[in-house]
């Protein structure tokens, strides 16, 4: 079968590193894809790994394990606007098919 | 901004009534998605256009027929709705069905069935 799963709400202090995990169980696996989600609007694409490793962009870096089914998001220097919901998700199948986490609400405080 | 533009951003129907949700991409991109988000849930794919063509749909009733007139439009119409269909309908485009590369989505319509 396949899921996906993520903590449901984190804390931070502005300035500091977070660090948001994600493990998921698929078959078949394309890419994993993080997602920025502010209340009341759609998902901003924020970062990937398709092979294991770091991808750095910026504030964001997300990394992959393809053998432990295990991503992270890590955000740097927290601002207050960081205070979002982060969806993980990874492609499946032939055609590109997300298949999201429930999401991680990040409440980031002066 | 975003790149995926959809129209409207809020639109109230009956159940009687029939209108259209609109989307539209110029980023050359092939894959085009419509997804369906409730409150306080993730987002779950309704349908995946490759190449104009429907390529996946995930179950949805029928009430909700997609269309894909050309490579940068993709519409959803909407036909009878019940009031559990009131979510936020998105759209995404990626530059093909391969799933190595990002899905990006537009602001969304915020849809209400009276």
Known sequence: ???IDQPTEMTATEGAIVQINCTYQTSGFN????????AGEAPTFL???VLDGLEEKGRFSSFLSRSK???YLLLKELQMKDSASYLCAFSSGGY?????????????HP | DTEVTQTPKHLVMGMTNKKSLKCEQHMGHRAMYWYKQKAKKPPELMFVYSYEKLSIN???PSRFSPECPNSSLLNLHLHALQPEDSALYLCASSQDRQGRQPQHFG???RLSIL
């Open chain 1, 47 to 49: 970062s990937y790994n």
């Open chain 2, 58 to 60: 995930e179950s949805v």
């Open chain 2, 107 to 109: 602001d969304g319509t």
């Open chain 1, 69 to 71: 089914g295990y991503s």
């Open chain 1, 1 to 3: 079968g396949q899921n």
């Open chain 1, 96 to 108: 590109n098919k997300l298949i999201f986490g429930a999401g991680t609400r990040l409440a980031v």
């Open chain 1, 31 to 38: 890419g994993l894809f993080w997602y920025q989600q502010h």
